[in-house]
């Protein structure tokens, strides 16, 4: 199989062509980023995607840069570079500052180290936390 | 080797018992949770741990309740148990709503999909998240 | 210690050399790909991965292209690009059409989704399926 | 925060028993599982996924039986115990047998081993691969 | 699928009593864990894993101890409880002191914290470690 | 946000030149790697990060080779290649043989792929195991 290759507006098909155009114009973007062209090869994966990601990321009970603080985490956790690229660039744009950022890999570090310790000493959970 | 056992208070060190003190006056609990006991089996790696999360999860650029949501991201994301109900706790004592746990679910659960459509697509970081 | 480096044929021992013949041969491959060669630095590992891989990859009650399928969704969860790459040429020769690698991709973001969905509401498994 | 809780049916919102009644059709079902009681804790994510998991699980390039192993193979890589359990149970409903069990369980164990060696020896991507 | 059950000795087939008996002999056991009884649900996967887990763990250029304790590093790191516990037992059995697991897990927490850091801050590799 | 960049020794302040000096002397090193000098994007996290890995990867119960073993390991199973450049370069000047580093590639590998047999069986704790 070749490596999958990014699908361009000029070369997409209507449906793919309407997504773009949402996502271009529900952030107000000149071209949506690579994540989206690639998806693109697979039209129902590019929409529901978007789909989702509109809704989980929307404004609500967590406002929208600790949302993308929290998606650096995961992406940090699972070692995703592209990812971390992708949300540091969303972050900034929501806000994020260079203390804040730090912070976050500081965190999340440490977090990586304490389950780590949890799951060492096979510690049970206190009663108290599952009332 | 036995599973590790929980160090209590009373069986504790003079050095495990200032850090169990250090612990409860700083965080007005009456008893320190599991977590300390079992870390208590090595009285450095108690110690050094207390003093590096009393540093990071302190308020500083990120609030202490966002810290927590992090600190939950990850562990849902390495399924470790009981970090997830001890950063629970931990989260709704400092304000999180059953809102923003949900909500915070939601995010971690879609970071963890679009992280493995990146590795599926193989996808190249984009010039401008570079920049 | 120097980056790991590629055995070639012409430098192998005859056991490696052996081993080398015996994948040609089985694969009809006018050489062996890097993953080989670079388990070459360790004759046993070479040996034993390859006559483990044979057997575990041949035809049984799971057909090879349904196999290297799995192995891909393996590797994309892992974020393991050699193996994605390897394996997704694997899964092309033994027919994998475009729109299955599309697919297998989405069925492993949903995966991935919803088992950090599980580690987030903590969800005991239900009777019924442990019967 | 409490440990979340099920939704059941009797208690829950008609917009989550929508829900519910849907999946309970489409699959045949007398009652939902735990994964989609849990989910119900957030109306949002209940539905979304859902319709996320009717989509993708359907029938198409990929068979449905051959879906349900792909799952597995997530689940076990995330070592997700409900979701093994879950997934090993729509399988075994769609027609997996204790051998193609097996087999699955061998491929997965391969998988995650060879990827490691990879990691270990940092294999370059064969030029081959890519084309 | 009924959840998987261990094969006990007196149910197993000749072939599967076999790789007991070899177990039990090499090991010097009166029985062999449950481990070596689930994966005996299959034949192959028990007589592969026995010989490879045989070779891989045998005195070597590393010794057995630290062997196994690179395998519980390893087992930690990926939450697998089973895991943990029954290379605690046989590491035990090589001699490992507690001061030794206690050093141990305080290594693999911090290289598990350190490897986030890496991601986080996206640290290119130094050309001296290439060389 | 732009891509995270090295702090070379000119352009530190001067808590982080101190902690850089003392990496250097303890080290016996000429400059400090780019693991410091990206974590010197922030003064806490680089100096509370040295200490701890000064007193974790200390010589004590675990010689300071086999330390470099176990982090090599954790650092393979999370695909961390810098951690795996590093540590094997710093592996390597304590003395680890290209005999040691196959071993150790070899029980990584094994018991990453033991863990998810112990996964997909859902292998249940032997009693003796917890004693």
């Known amino acids: 199989m070749p ?6 507006y000029e070369q997409a098909s209507d449906a793919v062509k309407a997504v773009f155009d949402d996502i271009k ?6 071209d949506v980023n690579n994540f989206w062209k690639y998806l693109a090869n697979d039209e129902k ?3 529901r995607t978007w789909e989702s ?10 406002d929208p ?3 993308e603080l929290i998606y650096i985490a995961v992406s940090i956790t699972n070692n995703c ?11 900034a744009k929501a806000g994020m500052t260079e203390e804040q950022f730090n912070e976050l890999v500081a965190v999340v570090g440490m977090a990586n180290e304490t389950n780590r ?6 510690i049970p959970i206190d009663p108290a936390f599952e009332k």
């Open 65 to 67: 840069l600790v949302k």
């Open 25 to 30: 114009s529900s952030r107000n973007l000149e």
């Open 81 to 91: 570079s592209y990812c971390i690229a992708s949300h540091s660039a969303a972050a």
């Open 45 to 47: 994966t590019l929409r």
């Open 117 to 122: 310790l949890v799951n060492g000493y096979r």
């Open 53 to 62: 990601v509109r809704e989980v990321m929307a404004p609500g009970a967590i």
């Open 3 to 8: 490596k999958p290759k990014a699908i361009n």
